[in-house]
């Protein structure tokens, strides 16, 4: 039996033969590297957040993907020129989807807006660009670099991260221009890159299997990188837990 792993999904205008439209989409990147994993993935439409919960009950693992910015209301934050592809109807039921699973302890992988997503719904807030307040240039590189590793991150070694792809240390892409700035009660920031940006969450509750990490590993696991791949694997074996409890015969 695989594991049933939820992947979020962007909304981009995509041109379709009923002109243009927007579209669910997951990149095939996380599927592929869920699949390599063990996993059946499945897509997740943004529905109303008060589904959520049921959602949750019938997956036994989680993907909280890469997309457009969180809208900077939800964490009282302040509106950036460079913010893009804001979509609070995402945001919101992300944000149930992220409680719902903390209510269940569902296995998690949160990658980049999927961090942000985690942060925001339990109480954290973000750094509107991290450009104009920290200066760094180097977290946004976008294009066909995302398949190679350009930043170090320095990660806690108690960490539920630095567990599943055995080291304290990682190379890693990225692509975003906004990070974590007060960590969710309930979290630690777990993993730095050397300008202090962070790019690790970790749970105060390790019972809770949620690995949340700043850089984008489903596009370094399809290319065989261990350590990204390992946090996809991770996750599933988690998942296939999961499973094997609520599929448990009655009586
Ligand atoms: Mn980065």
């Known amino acids: 039996m695989t594991p049933i792993i939820g992947i979020t999904s962007r909304q981009p205008v995509i041109k379709t033969s009923g ?7 997951v990149n095939k990147v996380y599927t592929d590297a869920v699949i390599r994993s063990g996993g059946t993935p499945i897509t997740l439409p943004p529905v109303s957040p008060g589904e959520a919960p049921r959602l949750i009950d019938r997956l036994d693992g989680l993907v909280l993907s890469g997309g457009g910015d969180i809208d900077p209301s939800f964490y009282g934050g302040k509106p950036h020129d460079d913010m893009y592809a804001i979509d609070p109807s995402r945001d919101e039921f992300e944000f149930a989807l992220v409680r719902a ?90 993993g730095w890159t050397s300008d202090g940006v962070i790019e690790v969450l970790d749970p105060d509750d390790h019972s809770w299997p949620i690995l949340a990490v700043q850089w984008h590993p489903e596009y370094l696991a399809v290319e065989n990188d261990e350590a990204s791949l390992a946090l996809f694997t991770s996750l599933v074996e988690s998942a296939r837990e999961t499973a094997e409890v609520s599929n448990e015969p009655f009586g």
């Open 19 to 25: 002109g243009d439209l927007k579209a669910h989409v």
């Open 101 to 190: 699973a903390q209510h269940r302890k569902l296995p998690v992988l949160a990658i980049c807006r999927g961090l942000q997503v985690l942060n925001v719904a339990l109480g954290g807030s973000l750094i509107e660009d991290i450009p104009s307040e920290i200066g760094s240039t180097d977290h946004a590189v976008p294009g066909p670099e995302v398949v190679n590793c350009h930043q170090t991150v320095t990660i806690e070694p108690d960490s539920l991260v630095a567990a599943a792809i055995g080291s304290a240390e990682a190379c890693v892409n990225s692509i975003h221009h906004q990070a974590v700035r007060r960590v969710a009660p309930g979290f630690r920031a777990a």
